[in-house]
Structure formats: C-alpha cells, structure tokens
C-alpha cells in the first residue's frame, strides 16, 4: 500500500488564462492533451518504526474531450511504477487507473465518487475576486485513496481536506516567467464506518502537505510542483501506518508521434540489420516493436548474450526518440505444470531483465521506461505448437504516443 500521491493532475490537468493580472481562472479548449510525469519518495513506517522506502514513478495523460461554459471534460488515465529507494534499474509497473470528470473554471471537480483518482481534488480553487501577491485564501478540497489491494475495501476512502493558499511572488521556473503559489493543509479526520469496510479498515487519518506550485504566466498553466506530505492512517486493528516523503511533478509536452513515419523508419532499420523475429506496427499507443522467441535459460530471467545483441540493437533504435517514453512487456509461453502466478511472476522478471539491460545502454533514462510483465495472456501463436510457443515467448518494446 503506498500513497500514490499525483496532485499534478489536478493542478496541470488543463489550461489557464489570467482574466487581468491578478485573477486566476482556468479554461479549456476542446482536444487539448498534457502529460504530467510525478516522481515520488515515500518512506513507510508501521506502528512508528521504518519498514521501508520506495521510488514512485506517475505517468498521468489527459485529454480535454468536451467544454460547456466554463467548464471542461478531462479523460485521464494515470500509470504508477516503482522500484526500490536509491535503485538504478528501471521502474515496474504496479497499476493503472482511468478516470473521467468535469472541471469549472475556479478549479471545482464534478467526478463520479467511484473513481480513485485523481488523488487530490478541488485544488488550486481559486476566490472570485483579485489575488495580490501576498493575498491569502482557504477552500475546501477532497482527498481519495484506494484500498483495494491492501484491505479489500472497494469504495475509494474520501476524505475532506480544508487548503490555505498564498500567493507567494513572481519568479523565473527553468526560463520560464511564473506566479509561484503556496498550497497546505492539515487532516484530522475519523473514518465513518460504512458499508463495504472490513474488518481491517481505517478509522482516523491525520497529517499534512505542503506545496509549491509554479503557474506559467504566458502559457497561463502551470507547469510544476513540489510537495512534502506526512500522513498517518490509522486502523481497526490498533496499527497506524505512516507514509511521509516528498514528490515533485512537471508538465511534459510532445509533439504528436508520426507513428506510420516512425515505423516505416525502424522497419529499414531493422532490415538493414537483419535481425530475426523481430517486427514493428504502429498501435493506438505508438509503435511497437515485438521481439519473437527471446530465449532465456530455463525458470531464468538471466537474459543470452544473443538477446543481448538484440536489445543492444534496438536500443540504438531507441536514442533516436530521447523524449519519448518506452514500455517494455514481457510474455510467456503456456505450458503443463505453470499456474498463471508462475507465468506473471517470471514474465515481470523477464520484462524487467529487458528494461534494466535497455537502461545500461544509455538510450534511455529511468523516468522514461517501465517494465510490465503480462504473463501467458494475449497469445499470438498456438501454444500447442513449437512454432506458437516461439511466437508467444516475446518481448514487446512500445514508443509511446504520451
């Protein structure tokens, strides 16, 4: 259970425009897409002693798919990963969420209450009138957390949060010309038992967050964040488990992916080279690159030198699109004798040897590669033949649209 903190999403899920010089409203034009990347290092302690620490990394895309008045609809999906605190290798993915909500121009969400995120809603709210820098003001926001994995509660727990806000100066963020606002809030908050709680369930959380956000003044969006937060959940059972770290998130933009160009450019490549079993189309989400029959000694993720010598080959593909993130799945072949857990657990391992052997080449950096392994599912092949299980022991490396 980790506190997937992605405020981002809720202070970069849309445009701005400043109505003068010191108000704030947000607006939203029909067909607009961010990325927001949030990284995360969070420590957990459990009845006040250190279990552990963790690296998070959030990949948030949203689109503006509609307006009404002053209002926009955000379709978001939001991917997290981690990997261990102060590891080097690539991160693994842990979860996906969709979700979909309005959003007015001072900043107030209508969203179905059976969506988990985005974490923190209703902020930045900004007040109706002007805001001088120096001004304060309070309103209220709403926090949601899944305990689905870690206690079986189905329902998000929400949670009302009270935010006081400062408008703090006007500075310079990497080149660019921002108002810088103060956003913090502290929770004192019992749990109301209600249908779909456990046995184990949460009956008071308290803590704090304190953020920074940069508003680009030109672009009237803003563009960064940085949070420290401290939250203690405490439950039925007597345990309290802490979460207490920092996060920082930015606003990411790419131009489209010319996915027909981009294949068409590594299909030459990869002919020029003439490398076996391997295959490029484009997809909904960008270009995949699927490597058939990737051999490993067996119940191993040790990858062969001739696998090697491949993904040393795509990764030079790979540096061609330094700005784009990569996802790396591994499937396996079915075979008697494996349960689907034996399948999903050295397919991750597989996946995650590929990524990590990828991120060694120096192609790519860690925030912009994940591993993910898929185990026995979605088959390409017949698993009853030789030639099926070939095809189904494959790699598949994405150039994502973002």
């Known amino acids: 259970m980790t506190r997937k903190l992605v405020v981002l999403a809720a202070l970069l899920s849309v445009a701005a425009v400043s109505l003068s010089a010191d108000v704030f409203r947000f607006a939203y034009i029909k067909g607009e897409k961010f990325r927001i990347l949030s990284q995360v290092h969070e420590s957990v302690y459990v009845n006040g002693t250190f279990s552990h620490d963790v690296d998070i990394l959030n990949k948030i895309g949203i689109s503006v798919t509609d307006t009404r008045g002053d209002a926009g609809y955000h379709v978001a999906d939001f991917e997290a990963s981690d990997r261990s605190y102060g590891s080097h290798s690539a991160y693994e993915w842990s979860d996906s969420y969709a979700s979909e909500y309005w959003r007015d121009g001072r900043g107030a969400f209508t969203i179905d209450p059976k969506y988990f995120m985005p974490v923190v809603r209703n902020v930045p709210f900004f007040p109706e009138g002007d805001i001088a820098i120096g001004g ?58 209600r249908q779909g709680m ?24 803003p563009v960064s964040y940085e949070e420290s937060f401290d939250f203690l959940f405490s439950f039925t059972t007597g345990t309290g488990i802490e979460f207490k770290g920092d996060s920082t998130s930015e606003l990411v933009l790419s131009p489209p992916l010319d996915r027909s160009k981009v294949a068409d450019d590594i299909k ?88 990590d052997f990828l991120l060694s080449t120096g192609a790519l950096t860690a925030s912009h590669l994940t591993a993910r392994g898929m185990g026995a599912t979605s088959p390409i092949g017949d698993n009853s033949t030789e030639e099926g299980r070939r095809q189904n022991r494959r790699v598949e490396i994405t150039i994502l649209e973002n």
């Open 268 to 355: 030459q490549q990869l002919q020029s080279q003439g490398l076996p079993d391997v295959s490029v189309q484009s997809t909904e989400q960008g270009v995949k690159i699927t490597l058939q029959n990737v051999n490993f000694p067996p119940d191993s993720d040790q990858l062969l030198p001739a696998e090697q010598d491949k993904l040393r080959r795509i990764a030079d593909i790979l540096r061609k699109y330094p700005d784009r993130d990569v996802a790396v799945e591994g499937f396996t072949a079915s075979a008697p004798g494996y349960t689907e857990d034996d399948y999903r657990s050295l397919s991750e391992q597989r996946a995650k040897a590929a990524a």
């Open 136 to 193: 304060t003001w309070m309103a209220k926001g709403t926090e949601s957390h899944d305990f689905r994995a870690s206690l079986g509660i189905q329902d998000p727990l929400q949670f009302p949060i009270s935010v006081n806000y400062t408008y703090l100066d006007n500075e310079s963020r990497n080149g660019v010309a921002c108002a810088v606002f103060a956003i913090d809030y502290e929770v004192f908050h019992t749990v109301t038992s």
């Open 198 to 221: 456990t046995r184990v369930s949460p009956t008071r959380v308290t803590g704090e967050s304190h953020q920074k956000c940069w508003w680009d003044l030109a672009a009237r969006r």
